[in-house]
C-alpha cells in the first residue's frame, strides 16, 4: 500500500514543473518585488498561476509592460491565486485544548500544484501558521514534542518519512519545502527526531547522506586539525525571493553583494537575524554569518556522529568544542571566528546545547547556569541574547519556545540548578497563558522582558499558530503532571465531530 502510494506520487511529481519563482518569472517577479506590491515579500512566492502557465505569463507581461494602461497589480491579481495567511482563534478553548485540538488544523497535505514553489512529499505534516505555509525543519522537532503529547503518532512517522524522502531526493532537508529554499538547510534536527520516535536503526542511510552534507559542504578544517561546521546557502549569489527587497536594500546600502552569503547562512541557522552574526549589533549590514562556526550547530552534529556510531569523529568534535567554544573568562560557551581565530564572545542561549546535548562538564554546566540565572532570567522567560542594541527578532527582548525548552532541559541535567530550569518553565508557561488570555492565540515569540507587550524586531510581523510554541506547551504542561484522559476523550470527539462535518460540506 505505502509502495503503491509512492509510486503514484512519483509520477504526479514528474508531471508538474515547479522552480523557485525568481527563476520562472524573472524580471516580472523582481517589479512585483522590487514595487512592494505585497507588504510581505514572501506572498508572491507562495502564489501559483490560476490558468496560464509560467512561461505565458512571462510572455504576457512582456507583451503588455509598456502598454501606458498596463497595472501591474490587476496583472498579478488576473493571473494567481494569492495566498493567505493562517490565523487561528477560538475564544471558548482552553490554551490545553487548543494546544491539542489545533494540530488538524495546521494539518496540511501536497496538492500537486503546478508552477508552485512548493516542494511536494507524500504524506502529511504539520505547519507553523501565519505566513508560514510549508513545514521547517527545526521547528517540526519541537512541533513533534507536542504531536507525541497529543498521542499524534501517526503524524509524527509521516514527517519523518517526509524528511527521509527529502534526503534521498535532494541530499539534504532544505530549510522548508519551497523551492526557493533549496540551497540551504536548517539546525540539523533530524538524528533528535528519529530518536525521539526510536526510529534511528530505520533511517540510518538518510542520517549518513545528511551528515555528508554538512560535511561536505558545510566543513572548515582548522589549523590543528580539528573540523568544524558552520551555515551556509548554496545559492550564496542571489537575494532571497522571500525577502528579496529586503536583502536587495542591505545589499545596496553596503554596496556589495557578498551580504547575501551571510543573509542566506543567517536563515540556515534558523536565528535569522541576531547580533550573534552582526559585527556591528546595531547593523545588520555587518553580518558575517559563514565566518562563524556556531555552537548550538556543532553540538547538533555531535550528535548525529553518536547516532550514525561514528564515535571517533564525535570525539573530536567534542574536543575542539571545548577548545574553540569554551571561553574561561566569560565562564560560558560561545562561537568561534574562524577568519579572526578568536572566539565571537558573545553571549547566547546557543550556550545552552553543550548541556543539554551532554558536552559541557558539570563545573562549565554550573557556570553557565549562573549566568542564566544573573544574565538572562525574565519575567517571561529566558532572553535570546543579552545585547542592548540590536532590534533583530533573535535577540534581547524576544523568547523563543525552542530555546526556552532547550535551557529548561539543560538546566533539569545540571546539579544543584534544578529549580532554575522550573523557574523558566513556570514563568513560560504563564507568558503563553497570558498571551492566550488576552488574545486567543499563541505566538511565533514572546517578549519576555516586557511581558504586556508583544514580541516585535525583524523583518516580518510576529507570527500566530503557531507550531512550535504549541508543541513546547504541551511538552512543558505535561512534564509535571499526567495528561487528563478526558482532554483526549474530547479531543477524538472534536475530531470525529470535524470528520463528519467534513464529509457534510463535501457531499
Ligand atoms: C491598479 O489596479 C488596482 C486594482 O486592480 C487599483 O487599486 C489601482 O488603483 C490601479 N493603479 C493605477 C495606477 O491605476
Ligand atoms: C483568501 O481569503 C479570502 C477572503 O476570506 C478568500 O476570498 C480567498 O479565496 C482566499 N484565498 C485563498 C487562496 O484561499
Ligand atoms: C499539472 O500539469 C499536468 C500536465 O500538464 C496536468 O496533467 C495536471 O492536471 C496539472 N495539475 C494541476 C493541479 O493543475
Ligand atoms: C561601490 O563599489 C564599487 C565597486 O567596488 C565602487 O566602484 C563604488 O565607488 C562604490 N560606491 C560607493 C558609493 O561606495
Ligand atoms: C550595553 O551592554 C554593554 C556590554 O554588554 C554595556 O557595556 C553597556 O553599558 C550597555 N548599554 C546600555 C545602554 O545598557
Ligand atoms: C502588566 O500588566 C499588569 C496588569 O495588567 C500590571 O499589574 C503590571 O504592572 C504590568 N507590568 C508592566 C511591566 O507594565
Given at each position: 500500500?505505502?509502495?503503491?502510494?509512492?509510486?503514484?506520487?512519483?509520477?504526479?511529481?514528474?508531471?508538474?514543473?515547479?522552480?523557485?519563482?525568481?527563476?520562472l518569472y524573472d524580471e516580472l517577479f523582481e517589479a512585483v518585488q522590487i514595487q512592494r506590491l505585497f507588504s510581505d515579500s514572501k506572498t508572491f512566492c507562495d502564489a501559483v498561476p490560476r490558468t496560464l502557465g509560467s512561461n505565458q505569463i512571462l510572455d504576457l507581461y512582456r507583451k503588455e509592460y509598456n502598454n501606458p494602461t498596463f497595472n501591474l497589480t490587476s496583472f498579478i491579481f488576473n493571473n494567481f491565486i494569492i495566498p493567505n495567511t493562517t490565523s487561528i482563534v477560538h475564544e471558548k478553548w482552553t490554551i490545553e485544548q487548543h494546544c491539542h485540538r489545533l494540530w488538524p488544523l495546521l494539518t496540511r497535505t501536497t496538492n500537486h500544484e503546478n508552477f508552485s514553489s512548493f516542494i511536494d512529499v507524500p504524506y502529511q505534516f504539520v505547519i507553523p501558521g501565519g505566513r508560514f505555509r510549508e513545514f521547517y525543519y527545526?521547528?517540526?522537532?519541537?512541533?513533534?514534542?507536542?504531536?507525541?503529547r497529543s498521542k499524534e503518532v501517526q503524524l509524527i512517522d509521516n514527517m519523518l518519512e517526509n524528511f527521509a524522502y527529502l534526503i534521498r531526493t535532494l541530499g539534504h532537508i532544505p530549510n522548508g519545502n519551497?523551492?526557493?529554499?533549496?540551497?540551504?538547510?536548517?539546525?540539523?534536527?533530524?538524528?533528535?527526531?528519529?530518536?525521539?520516535?526510536?526510529?534511528?536503526?530505520?533511517y540510518k542511510d538518510e542520517l549518513e547522506k545528511e551528515y555528508q552534507f554538512?560535511?561536505?559542504?558545510?566543513?572548515?578544517?582548522?589549523?590543528?586539525?580539528?573540523?568544524?561546521?558552520?551555515?551556509?546557502?548554496?545559492?550564496?549569489?542571489?537575494?532571497?525571493?522571500?525577502?528579496?527587497?529586503?536583502?536587495?536594500?542591505?545589499?545596496?546600502?553596503?554596496?556589495?553583494?557578498?551580504?547575501?552569503v551571510h543573509l542566506r547562512a543567517a536563515a540556515e541557522s534558523g536565528w535569522d537575524f541576531s547580533s550573534r552574526w552582526m559585527e556591528d549589533e546595531k547593523d545588520l549590514s555587518t553580518i558575517i554569518t559563514t565566518n562563524i562556526l556556531p555552537v548550538d550547530l556543532n553540538c547538533l552534529l555531535y550528535h548525529l556522529e553518536l547516532a550514525l556510531?561514528?564515535?571517533?569523529?564525535?570525539?573530536?568534535?567534542?574536543?575542539?568544542?571545548?577548545?574553540?567554544?569554551?571561553?574561561?573568562?566569560?565562564?560560558?560557551?560561545?562561537?568561534?571566528?574562524?577568519?579572526?581565530?578568536?572566539?565571537?564572545?558573545?553571549?547566547?542561549?546557543?550556550?545552552?546545547?553543550?548541556?543539554?546535548?551532554?558536552?559541557?562538564?558539570?563545573?562549565?554546566?554550573?557556570?553557565?547556569?549562573?549566568?542564566?540565572?544573573?544574565?538572562?532570567?525574565?519575567?517571561?522567560?529566558?532572553?535570546?541574547?543579552?545585547?542592548?542594541?540590536?532590534?533583530?527578532?533573535?535577540?534581547?527582548?524576544?523568547?523563543?519556545?525552542?530555546?526556552?525548552?532547550?535551557?529548561?532541559?539543560?538546566?533539569?541535567?545540571?546539579?544543584?540548578?534544578?529549580?532554575?530550569?522550573?523557574?523558566?518553565?513556570?514563568?513560560?508557561?504563564?507568558?503563553?497563558?497570558?498571551?492566550?488570555?488576552?488574545?486567543?492565540?499563541?505566538?511565533?515569540?514572546?517578549?519576555?522582558?516586557?511581558?504586556?507587550?508583544?514580541?516585535?524586531?525583524?523583518?516580518?510581523?510576529?507570527?500566530?499558530?503557531?507550531?512550535?510554541?504549541?508543541?513546547?506547551?504541551?511538552?512543558?504542561?505535561?512534564?509535571?503532571?499526567?495528561?487528563?484522559?478526558?482532554?483526549?476523550?474530547?479531543?477524538?470527539?472534536?475530531?470525529?465531530?470535524?470528520?463528519?462535518?467534513?464529509?457534510f460540506i463535501s457531499r
Open positions: 500500500m505505502k509502495t503503491l502510494h509512492l509510486v503514484v506520487f512519483h509520477l504526479i511529481i514528474l508531471s508538474t514543473i515547479s522552480q523557485s519563482p525568481d527563476q527545526w521547528d517540526t522537532y519541537f512541533t513533534m514534542l507536542g504531536l507525541i519551497r523551492y526557493y529554499y533549496e540551497g540551504r538547510s536548517q539546525p540539523p534536527f533530524f538524528s533528535l527526531m528519529t530518536e525521539l520516535a526510536s526510529k534511528t536503526d530505520k554538512w560535511m561536505d559542504k558545510r566543513s572548515i578544517k582548522l589549523d590543528d586539525g580539528s573540523i568544524l561546521n558552520r551555515y551556509y546557502d548554496d545559492l550564496n549569489a542571489r537575494p532571497r525571493p522571500e525577502a528579496y527587497i529586503e536583502d536587495v536594500e542591505i545589499a545596496h546600502k553596503k554596496n556589495n553583494t557578498d551580504v547575501y556510531n561514528k564515535k571517533l569523529q564525535a570525539e573530536n568534535r567534542r574536543r575542539a568544542i571545548h577548545k574553540y567554544m569554551w571561553s574561561d573568562d566569560l565562564q560560558f560557551f560561545t562561537d568561534y571566528n574562524f577568519i579572526r581565530k578568536k572566539p565571537t564572545n558573545r553571549l547566547t542561549l546557543a550556550a545552552l546545547y553543550p548541556l543539554w546535548l551532554g558536552i559541557a562538564t558539570k563545573n562549565q554546566a554550573q557556570n553557565v547556569a549562573r549566568q542564566v540565572e544573573s544574565l538572562f532570567l525574565r519575567d517571561g522567560g529566558v532572553v535570546t541574547t543579552i545585547s542592548n542594541q540590536s532590534t533583530q527578532q533573535w535577540d534581547n527582548p524576544n523568547g523563543w519556545a525552542p530555546l526556552q525548552y532547550i535551557t529548561y532541559r539543560a538546566l533539569l541535567k545540571t546539579p544543584g540548578y534544578e529549580s532554575l530550569g522550573e523557574t523558566i518553565r513556570r514563568r513560560w508557561m504563564a507568558l503563553n497563558e497570558k498571551v492566550f488570555q488576552d488574545t486567543g492565540k499563541m505566538m511565533e515569540k514572546y517578549d519576555v522582558v516586557n511581558i504586556n507587550q508583544s514580541a516585535g524586531g525583524g523583518e516580518y510581523k510576529t507570527q500566530d499558530g503557531f507550531g512550535w510554541t504549541n508543541g513546547v506547551y504541551l511538552e512543558m504542561l505535561y512534564d509535571q503532571q499526567p495528561i487528563s484522559n478526558t482532554v483526549l476523550y474530547r479531543k477524538t470527539i472534536f475530531q470525529i465531530s470535524s470528520l463528519i462535518f467534513f464529509i
